[in-house]
Nanobody
Framework: QVQLVESGGGLVQAGGSLRLSCAAS????????MGWFRQAPGKEREFVAA????????YNADSVKGRFTISRVNAKNTVYLQMNSLKPEDTAVYYC????????????????WGQGTQVTVSS
């Protein structure tokens, strides 16, 4: 069992940056692949980025490549999402998710979810 708590969201102007954090409970965090998803009003939840259990490989959605970076510090049970060059279309609730079987891009692939943190980008 893993519990996830996101933080770091807020209001930022277009072109600005934010860093989201996802703190995990449980001794097995280092064995879980982690992902970030987002959901804008009226839209389905969509994949943003993922990282393997070791942090050795990362994957990004095309919409955020070159702007967002996912990373993790297993000693701190924390995964991060550094978001640069933010755009108004990045406005959404951002969720972190965990899966012991490896990373994936679908919502159904992940077993555990946080409650989400709001990111709002003004133009």
């Amino acid at each position: 069992q893993v519990q996830l708590v996101e933080s770091g969201g807020g209001l930022v102007q277009a072109g600005g940056s934010l860093r989201l954090s996802c703190a995990a409970s449980g001794r097995t965090f280092s064995s879980y692949a982690m992902g970030w998803f987002r959901q804008a009003p009226g839209k389905e939840r969509e994949f943003v980025a993922a990282i393997t259990w070791s942090g050795g490989s990362t994957y990004n959605a095309d919409s955020v490549k070159g702007r967002f970076t996912i990373s993790r510090v297993n000693a701190k049970n924390t995964v991060y999402l550094q978001m640069n060059s933010l755009k108004p279309e990045d406005t959404a609730v951002y969720y972190c998710a965990a899966n012991p079987r490896g990373w994936g891009t679908s919502v159904a692939h992940y077993d555990y979810w946080g409650q989400g943190t709001q990111v709002t980008v003004s133009s």
